[in-house]
T-cell receptor, first 111, second 112 residues
Framework: KQEVTQIPAALSVPEGENLVLNCSFTDSAIYNLQWFRQDPGKGLTSLLL?????REQTSGRLNASLDKSSGRSTLYIAASQPGDSATYLC??????????FGTGTSLTVIP | NAGVTQTPKFRVLKTGQSMTLLCAQDMNHEYMYWYRQDPGMGLRLIHYSVGEGTTAKGEVPDGYNVSRLKKQNFLLGLESAAPSQTSVYFC???????????FGPGTRLLVL
């Protein structure tokens, strides 16, 4: 069974700082890895999707990397802003078309 | 194009009551999923469907049943609600292939 872990559980940074969120998974046989953002009381919004054959994906100030061999993915946020405050979740899609989610990292960007 | 919608948004049940949560998507997606989200537990898959008329168990299926009679709808049923089923329930859909999931806004369920 796939286990997905996210560290740290919570992170607080001053505005403008660059930061890295970590995601690790135990089973490297994944189709892709996805990063989501969740605002309080809301659903999940997809940020970046990295296919198993890819090493990284970029969207604006966000960059996600994937290292299947070590079972790790990172989400890099450049020049953080207060509007980035949210919970960030990663999810691994396995070969059975099931997604396994991490417990998330709650990010607070302080103005 | 409404995406993924969920009905109701919030519900309070008494222990032993039954209810059905409705998920609808208008993107012609093949795959649909039901998750529950609890504090500190992340999202856990309850049941999923790979197409009309098919369903399969996820990680935490006990106490729930599902049906996918129409491609656009995925119903989650609680036959006899228990306080342990107090949670936020999310539905998601996905096209075939290694594509992203699209999530609904969630249903908050409180079982007293």
């Amino acid at each position: 069974k796939q286990e997905v872990t996210q560290i740290p559980a919570a992170l607080s940074v001053p505005e403008g700082e660059n930061l890295v969120l970590n995601c690790s998974f135990t089973d490297s046989a994944i189709y892709n890895l996805q990063w989501f953002r969740q605002d309080p009381g809301k659903g999940l919004t997809s940020l970046l999707l990295i296919q198993s054959s890819q090493r990284e994906q970029t969207s604006g100030r966000l960059n996600a990397s994937l290292d299947k061999s070590s079972g790790r993915s990172t989400l890099y946020i450049a020049a953080s802003q207060p509007g980035d405050s949210a919970t960030y979740l990663c999810a691994a899609l396995n070969t059975g078309n099931q997604f396994y989610f991490g417990t998330g990292t709650s990010l607070t960007v302080i103005p | 194009n409404a995406g993924v919608t969920q009905t109701p948004k919030f519900r309070v049940l008494k222990t032993g009551q039954s209810m059905t949560l409705l998920c609808a998507q208008d993107m012609n997606h093949e795959y649909m999923y039901w998750y529950r989200q609890d504090p500190g537990m992340g999202l856990r898959l309850i049941h999923y469907s790979v197409g009309e008329g098919t369903t399969a168990k996820g990680e935490v299926p006990d106490g729930y049943n599902v049906s996918r009679l129409k491609k656009q709808n995925f119903l989650l049923g609680l036959e006899s609600a228990a306080p342990s089923q107090t949670s936020v329930y999310f539905c998601a859909s996905k096209p075939q292939g290694r594509e992203t999931q699209y999530f609904g806004p969630g249903t908050r369920l409180l079982v007293l």
